[in-house]
Nanobody, 114 residues
Framework: QVQLVESGGGLVQAGGSLRLSCGSS????????MGWFRQASGKKLEFGAS???????NYALDLKGRFSISRDNARTTVYLQMNRLKQEDKAVYYC????????WGQGTQVTVSS
């Protein structure tokens, strides 16, 4: 059973940076393509970024150039480096496989102040 655990969110000023982490209790993430998703208050869940099993990355258009997805060498943790944050990036961020195979974790809240 895979239990996803997201962390690293917080309050940051516009233009600042945060790095989110995604791990799993119960199973390794090493063999899976993984993605980051986000959901702003009152809005639908949206795709943010993904990284394939071979390292290929893909980004939503409005995140490309500002956000970077990566994984550690042991492939146990997936990261989302978020730079030049904007107020519209405020959301709860979740990780999952790109096809959302697993139950959602608690997510991590990102708040961007002006």
């Amino acid at each position: 059973q895979v239990q996803l655990v997201e962390s690293g969110g917080g309050l940051v000023q516009a233009g600042g940076s945060l790095r989110l982490s995604c791990g799993s209790s119960g199973s390794t993430l090493s063999t899976y393509a993984m993605g980051w998703f986000r959901q702003a208050s009152g809005k639908k869940l949206e795709f943010g970024a993904s990284i394939g099993s071979t390292g290929t990355t893909n980004y939503a258009l409005d995140l490309k150039g500002r956000f970077s997805i990566s994984r550690d060498n042991a492939r146990t943790t997936v990261y989302l480096q978020m730079n030049r944050l904007k107020q519209e990036d405020k959301a709860v961020y979740y990780c999952n496989t790109p096809k959302q195979h697993w139950a959602w974790g608690q997510g991590t809240q990102v708040t961007v102040s002006s």
